[in-house]
């Protein structure tokens, strides 16, 4: 009964933090690049009472034992970078990246971090900044007085200043992409992301080459939460909390009882 009241507080807590990641992602339904998180488990240590394959007194094997589990725990919080749905906003300055792959800011600090949020505007220099005013890296400047701003699916940006009949090349954005993108760091929150020993080197490229995703102009990437699957994840999760809660409660009967009996 002790034992029991242990194992199902683990899967109260389990069950908290689920509830805890599954809020997350609803918060995040309408963030732009967001990636939903999911919360994988794991079973504890197992009190082996009677191990199988011993011999018995008479010579037989056992061929089953007894193993009683303690509970469970939470192993680890999986990022899921399956692709959003695409929103058309005609800003040409709104990039979504189709297929894998990464923007690269340059924080303040000099440090480089990773991002699908394709909002991007132009500060007072003429230099492409994030909402935060992170620039791109690397940079990509246009001229303070064009009128038509295009950036190709391969990256190539253009800029149609007034006076000229063509339109001039002011950079190519590079992309990178990771081996384990589930790897990433996202302590920073703002959609940002920084490189660990866990998600490998970036490998940076041209859009649509290297198995790099294209880039498409005048549109934005939402979140990939579906709020159907994350409601029926809540429900699940919230009845799993509740048998955990009936497990103590009844373990908490149990010893009630033991503690009355008299003689």
């Not at 193993?67 to 680890?76: D, E, F, K, L, T």
């Not at 590079?174 to 790897?183: C, H, K, T, Y």
């Not at 709020?227 to 799993?240: F, P």
């Amino acid at each position: 009964m002790i034992r029991a009241l242990f194992t199902a507080a683990t899967g109260m807590i389990a069950q908290q933090l689920n509830i805890d990641t599954i809020a997350h992602n609803l918060a995040n339904v309408n963030t732009t690049g967001f990636k939903k998180s999911k919360v994988n488990f794991q079973d504890l240590l197992y009190e082996t009472i009677k191990p199988a394959g011993t011999e018995t007194a008479a010579g037989n094997t056992i061929p089953e034992g007894i193993q009683i589990g303690h509970g469970v725990r939470p192993a680890s919080i999986s990022k899921l970078f399956s692709q959003g749905n695409l929103i058309q906003t005609g800003n040409p300055l709104d990039l979504v990246i189709e297929g894998d792959g990464f923007f690269q800011v340059e924080l303040p600090d000099g440090t480089t971090a990773y991002t699908r949020d394709g909002n991007f505007k132009i500060d007072q220099n003429g230099q492409v900044v994030t909402v935060d005013g992170y620039p791109l890296t690397p940079g990509i400047s246009v001229p303070t007085d064009f009128i038509q701003l295009t950036v190709g699916s391969d990256g190539v940006v253009s800029a149609l200043v007034q006076g000229s009949p063509t339109p001039q090349n002011v950079g190519t954005l590079q992309l990178v992409r990771f081996v384990n993108p589930a790897g990433l760091d996202a302590r920073l929150g703002r959609n940002l992301l920084l490189e660990t020993q866990a998600s490998g080197a970036p490998v940076t490229g041209q859009p649509g080459l290297n198995g790099i995703g294209t880039l498409e102009q005048g549109f934005l990437e939402n979140s990939n939460v579906q709020v159907v699957e994350e409601i029926l994840n809540l429900i699940i999760a919230q009845r799993a909390y509740e048998a955990s809660s009936k497990v103590i409660q009844a373990s908490d009967e149990m010893l009630q009882l033991a503690n009355n009996v008299r003689r």
